[in-house]
């Protein structure tokens, strides 16, 4: 692992706790701390790192 640098894996897990928190339905975990704790702009910017096509 590389010092200082941070995880994408995180990141990515993080987002779906946040995206989960904020839009689902039936929501099976609540975690409203997520998306405070990333912050807007991480947010967003990891939202369009998913939404670009391969």
Known sequence: MIELQESMTAK??????????????CKIFDDYLAFDLMGKEEYE????????PV
Do not use: D
Not at 12 to 25: D, E, T, V
Not at 45 to 52: A, K, N, V, W
């Open 12 to 25: 990515l897990c993080s987002f779906a706790r946040a995206y989960h928190s904020n839009f689902a339905k």
């Open 45 to 52: 910017e990891i939202g369009q790192l998913i939404e670009q």
